[in-house]
């Protein structure tokens, strides 16, 4: 691994989690999935072989430095792929677990649960957040296009074993699309699947940011309510801005604290202000020297705008 790439980015905030400190453990877009709604561009690695893709022992020499500079709440496995398909997932959390006693979160797509040789590896974290969309094959495979090897029903079975198995905490991700699984007939079947799931939390998510493809459509705020008072009390809403602890990040470069940030996804001047708890005034005006310089672009999406490295662009 080369000394620039590093797999640590942020701390960033997350209304799912708080002030997040990220760990990226796969080359860019390596995902057993294809979303229509993927905020960081088509999948260029589609693939279930399991690896380690990065030396554990770089990435804990990485987080070691990155821990001792940073304030966040959460070490969280999440990035530009899938996290389970790194294969030494549990001799990192084993080695994590003797760096720092924050929680450790897993940000998974879920496809790869019905392995228990991947349940195993995961069974330490304190939080995992699996993505659910539909019960139905069809409905699937238009949102995920996944691996050919894969399928909704594998993926279901997969995350009753894993409420089976696992003591810790599920935040299930519903990604609710406008006009693709938004409407009864997906919602009362896939209801009664999440029933059997007991995940501690539902969280209903939509569009925010840029998709792959447009037919990817957010629903609006009443519209995900809707959804939110049917699933009952263990829902809740977590498509708009996050919102982050007020604790400040202790990073002395603010510049390189921001090009992490863009580097890993699209990001508004609001989301560097609360991830790095720099005044917004002074973010705006680093982006704007970014901006001239070249090393990010800027586009417009529903009405806000977003900042992107060159690395992270379309
Ligand atoms: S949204 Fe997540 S699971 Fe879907 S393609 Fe993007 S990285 Fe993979």
Redesign the pocket.
Known sequence: MKPTDSRIFGPVPSRRLGLSLGIDLVPF?T?????I????GR?TNKSLECKEFFPVEDILAQLKDKISLSSFDVITFSG???PTLYSKLDELVYEIRRLTDKKIALLT?G?LLWKEEVRKKVLDVDIILP?LTTVFEKTYKFI?RPHPKLNINKIIDGLIHLRNEYDGNIFLELFVLKDINDNKNELIPLKDVIDKIKPEKIQINTTVRPPSEKVAVPLSKEELERIRDFLGNKAEIIAYTPRISSKKLKEENRIKAILEMVKRRPVKDIDISNALGIDINEVRSIIKGLLIKGMITEYEHLDDTYYVSKEGQR
């Open positions: 877009k995902c057993t999935y294809d979303c709604y993927c905020q960081v999948t530009s792929g899938e797509n496809s993505t995920h």
